[in-house]
Structure formats: C-alpha cells, structure tokens
C-alpha cells in the first residue's frame, strides 16, 4: 500500500511555505516599496546618512560628533538612542490643530516618499518590473509625477497646526516646490531627449560601456542634484525648518514620534531622488547585465543593490554639503532657483536634445 511519510510531507509543506514567502518577498511591489529601495534600505541609510553627516560635519568643524554613546563604533549608535528617545516621548496635539490632516499628514508625506520606488525599474529583467509592460514605458512620467505628491502634506502640517511659525514655513516649502519642481524635471527630462524613451529600463541600457549620461550632459546632472537639495530641505537650503528663525517651521507643533517622522520623511525623499538620479545619469544597475534566465539573486537582487550603493553614494555628496555650507535665506534660494538652476535645467534639456540628434 502507497503511503506518504511523515517526513516527507513535512518537508514538502516547508518547501512550498519557504518558497511562497520567498516569491512574496520578491514579487516587485513588496520587494520595491518594503524592502530595496524602499522602506526597509530607505531607514539602514537615513540611520546611515545621518551619521556620516555628523561625524563629517564635525570632523570639518573641528568637532567629535556622536562619540558618548557605542565610542567603539565611533557613536554609530547614537541614532538608535534618538529613535528610542522620540518613540518613548509624549506626543502633543495642541487644542486649536485640525486634529485630522495634522495627525495624518505626516504619514501620508512619508509613505509618498518611498512610492516613486515602487514605480521604477531596479533590474532589467522583465518579471521584475512593478507595471505592466505599456505602463512602463512612461515609468520616467510616472515617478517624477509621484516626487510632487509628498510636499502638498508638508504645507498642510504648517496649516493644520494653526501656529504662525508653522504657517511661515509651509509657506516658505510652497515656494521652493514652485520654484525646485520644474528645474528638478526638466533636468531629468534631458535624458529623454537624449535615448527618445521615457523608459527607465531603455535609458539605463543606453548608458553600457561606462557611457553614463551624467557625463554626457553634466550640466543636466548638476541642475537636478541641486534641485534635490532644494526640494528635500538639505543644506544648503535647509529654510522652510530653520530653527533660528521659525523655530522648526511647519513642524514646530510636533513632538515625539511624528516629530521623527517628520524629520525622517526629507531623508527618505532624499534617498527616493537619489536612486531617480542614478537611473538617470549614473548607469542605474550598469555595469552588472544579469545572465539570461535569471533567478531571484541575480536578476533581482544585485542589480537593486548596485543601484542601491551608487545612490548611498550621492546621497552623502549630499550631506557632506551641511560641513561646508552656511544656509540660504529664502530670497536666495528663490533666486538662485529662477536664475541659475532654472537655467541650467534648460541648457541641459537642450544639450539633451542635440545629444539625442547626433547620437
């Protein structure tokens, strides 16, 4: 008589578990969102990226930085004692906020973050991608109109606080997302002109063989890096928050663990732009080519941390500009925007679209 052991049957019930979490894990919109380049990678780099800019900031201004707390490790968990600090702290709602959109806006800002993530290529294989196939053609549409989305919940914090300082600085992030939006699209929009695609995956593809479009056409590059600065509030632009002035700006009512929120939502915006630019000009997962027939690791996983690592990369060019640089008042930032970037974007689109004529 046929009989089915009972090890066997328990084996094949932990394969087939095993093997569904994995495919769950990886199944594109989870992998991207959650896990690289999205949640779970976004918050290992903010704690990251927050370190470095201390520790380099004050090795620059002659400082020790975070050192009392794991010295061994040169203060690295010093951020873990400030999340533990703002998770244990009272939060206060004042009585004249509107409690709704001041309780929810910070979570719908944050979670807006981390969507363009979930809309881009991070691996050239197919079965990967997050869209369909017709949507991912405009995938390069489709994430810069996602990078607006996350602002609009910044000014209705300072609103929904009814606090003048945090009206103020709303008002203030109102201006540089009218003036940072367009220069940071147009700048990414050269590349289009240049491979005539507003697909990520064939953009990324044009850049083999070290021909990374940010060399191509730097001044393109140069206008989106600072419109990133601009639009994630990172030194030098650090204005719609400037505690010297407005106290914390649209986040002065916040305490405890929305205040972090708060706090974190520019760095993880900061990372989302960050991966946007080296699929644009820096190669994206170039020079990695998955083999043909691809498993999880190699079609998906390494490629998602080449991009990964080179956008870690740019986001501590980023941060090591707070060592470096004094703040800009808002009418020179707003200057700087409309004369300079907004300049450089349109000399880049049109680089880009010579480039794409002659190449």
Known sequence: MAYISIWTLTRDVISTVFWGIVKL???PPIYQFVIIPGLVAA????????????????????????LEVSPKLAGYLQLFADLIRYSFQEIIIPRTADIIPFI???FFALLLSLLPLAVIP????KWTWPLTLSAMRY?????????????????????????????????????????????????IFSVVATVHSFDFTNIVNFQGGGKWLGLINPIALL???????ISTSAFPFEISDAENEIVAGPFTEYSGLMYGVNMGTAYIKRWAMSVLIVLAFLGGWRPYIPPPNAGYIAGYLVPSLIVSAKAVVVMALMSFLRAVYGRYRIDQALHISWKYVFALAIAGFGLGILEGYLL
Do not use: D, H
Not at 122 to 125: A, C, G, I, R
Not at 172 to 184: C, D, G, N, P, V
């Open 25 to 27: 894990i990886f199944w």
């Open 43 to 66: 918050l290992v780099v903010v704690i990251s990226i927050i370190w470095f800019e201390r520790k380099a900031a004050a090795r620059v201004q002659m400082r020790y930085g975070p």
């Open 104 to 106: 929810t806006s910070p």
């Open 122 to 125: 991070v691996s050239p294989v």
């Open 139 to 187: 995938s390069v549409l489709i994430a810069a109109a996602l990078t607006t989305l996350s602002p609009i919940f910044i000014v209705a914090m300072g609103w929904a606080s009814n606090n003048r300082f945090s009206t103020i600085g709303s008002m203030r992030e109102s201006f540089l997302i009218t003036a940072y939006e367009l220069s940071a699209i147009i700048g």
């Open 223 to 229: 206008a989106a890096f600072i419109a990133t600065l």
